[in-house]
């Protein structure tokens, strides 16, 4: 079977030729931090870096090293006036005078992190704004709502190398073919079932939950014979990519909501890098992302490290949910 690669496939979007650029220096990026994961072990760098990240989270050495190959593959491109990193506090801005058209890219570039010394599956993730208008480089000018990407993704290192992504047409997925180098159409028009049975959470954090969350996981975990009148399987990767790359292929509901011991943070995920790239792919594959109380992406950001909380996936049981918080 002959497979398309991704720029063939961007090229059938008619994708924005500076987008699509931007897009494959970003795979090109991911690529490169696949080969360092997948080589981590014999090089000495699964363990934790000295340093901590701006959420007080210890950084993997592999954290680091993903954030600077993320830099250097993408922060030249000539279209880009910034770069918004989890491992970064500052806006790391490209340009002493932003122009519109320019773009900003918000991304993780190393999710999942804590699953690396135990071979997990973990990954990138990137988000991406254009610019509608020259700014001053200000850290309040990055702060843009969700609606307002252009394309998101996501890069998977597990088994094989994935790349999936939207540019606001659907959701397609690719992986990387070690002989070509090509990233290769695998997953094309990956569309979320609107119904599940079967969520994603910390189960961990019952104890800690808002009442909503424990209602709505209590009904579910009382199967056939409770409210919800079937059986629902649990599934946690602590990894979000790996998640939401199960939920993409075969659907399901993914939560981390705020709750007692992370409030004060707002939650647990980070909305720019996380809940927004994440948000957006859900939806253009038939999904839903939500807060519990309206859509993630219509969140107005305050600070570009802010959190959110964070329920997605099959639109009909994301409904559900936000039942249980409107009761
Ligand atoms: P917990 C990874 O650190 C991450 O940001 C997401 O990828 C993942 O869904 C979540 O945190 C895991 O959180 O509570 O299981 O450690």
Request: proline share 5%; with cysteine; net charge negative.
């Amino acid at each position: 079977m002959t497979q398309i690669t991704l720029r063939q496939h961007m090229h059938s979007q008619s994708t924005d030729a500076a987008l699509m650029l931007l897009i494959e220096d970003i795979a090109t990026a991911c690529r490169m931090i696949a080969d360092r994961v997948r080589h981590g072990a014999f090089a000495g760098v699964l363990g934790a870096a000295e340093t901590e990240n701006v959420q007080g989270e210890t950084q993997k050495e592999l954290d680091v090293i993903s954030d600077e190959i993320f830099q250097q593959v993408v922060g030249d491109n000539p279209h880009l006036a910034a770069l918004v990193s989890e491992e970064v506090d500052e806006v790391n801005w490209r340009k002493s005078e932003p122009k519109a058209g320019d773009f900003v890219v918000y991304y993780d570039p190393l999710d999942g992190s804590s699953n690396l010394d135990v071979n997990l599956s973990v990954g990138t993730i990137f988000s991406i704004v254009q610019l509608d208008a020259d700014i001053a480089p200000e850290p309040e000018a990055v702060q843009i709502k969700g609606t307002q990407q252009i394309a998101a993704g996501y890069a998977i290192y597990g088994p094989s190398t994935g790349l999936v992504i939207t540019v606001g047409q659907g959701v397609d997925g690719f992986t990387h073919h070690p002989g070509s180098g090509e990233f290769l159409l695998t997953q094309p028009e990956m569309a979320i079932p609107p119904k599940t049975q079967e969520f994603a959470i910390n189960a961990s954090r019952y104890d800690m939950w808002e009442p909503p969350v424990r209602q709505y996981i209590d009904d579910c975990l009382r199967g056939v014979d409770g409210p919800r009148d079937k059986k629902f399987n649990m599934r946690w990767c602590a990894s979000m990519v790996a998640d939401v790359h199960r939920i993409l292929t075969r659907g399901g509901v993914f939560l981390y909501p705020k709750d007692s011991g992370n409030a004060a943070q707002g939650g647990k995920l980070r909305l720019m890098y996380e809940a927004n790239p994440m948000a957006m792919l859900v939806e253009q594959a038939g999904g839903a992302a939500s807060t519990g109380l309206g859509r993630i992406v219509e969140v107005a950001p305050t600070g570009h490290h802010q959190r959110v909380s964070v329920i997605l996936g099959s639109r009909d049981e994301v409904a559900v949910i936000e039942g249980y918080h409107e009761g």
